[in-house]
């Protein structure tokens, strides 16, 4: 198996949460390729520190009630696309947090509610692989309590619960962060 060769890496600009550079490869047949990334590391400047912090930046929140016939999604106006999507609850993993303490800040942040059990735990992977090197973990769990509004004022989150065939419905005509709407569509097609 051939891949392109990794020749170096340059920084292009330095932001305050994200830092864009530029990966120069050289392809297989020797021609030169530039390619544009983003990371939230501010130091990369070799082939190993391009893979991505370990085990990884944020963490993404797969939620259920207590009895697994609701999931929960937060609607969040994001700033990039400036429309309102669905999402997971997810968050950056602050220095000296554990993922599953990130899981129960994020949740208690963005929604209120509280982090009851810790189901399943997902390794590692990519949040936006076409453009950055920022990796997440997964935190499959339940949560119960009272919904509240977001203890962020540069977040505009609604919380809620949702049942598979609501998740249908806003699968038909709402946006959704892929990550989300791939798992959703799974989740959704369990049960009639």
């Known amino acids: 198996m051939t891949i392109m060769k990794f020749i170096s890496i340059e920084k292009k600009e330095t ?18 390729k530039v390619y544009e990334m983003i990371s939230r590391d501010p130091e990369i400047s070799d082939f190993e520190s391009l893979h991505g912090k370990d085990p990884a930046d944020a963490v993404v929140l797969i939620i259920h009630n207590e009895d697994g016939s609701k999931i929960l999604l937060n609607r969040e106006f994001r700033l990039a696309p400036g ?26 942040e963005e929604t209120g509610l509280h982090l009851d059990s810790i189901d399943d735990f997902i390794p590692a992977s990519y949040s ?9 973990v997964c ?24 049942t598979r065939g609501e998740v249908r419905e806003l699968l038909k005509k709402e946006l959704f962060a892929a990550r989300t709407q791939a798992y959703c569509y799974l989740w959704s097609k369990d049960y009639p």
Not at 144 to 160: D, N, P, Y
């Open 128 to 136: 936006a692989v076409g453009f950055s090197n920022e990796k997440n």
């Open 15 to 32: 932001g305050k949460y994200i830092n864009r550079y530029n990966v120069n490869y050289e392809t297989e047949d020797g021609k030169k």
């Open 83 to 108: 429309k309102w999507v669905y999402n997971f609850p997810a968050g950056l993993i602050d220095p000296g947090e554990t993922p599953e303490q990130a899981a129960a800040r994020e949740l208690r």
């Open 139 to 162: 935190i499959v769990g339940t949560a119960s309590g009272q919904f509240a509004k977001s203890s962020s004022t540069a977040e505009e989150i609604e919380a809620g619960w949702y």
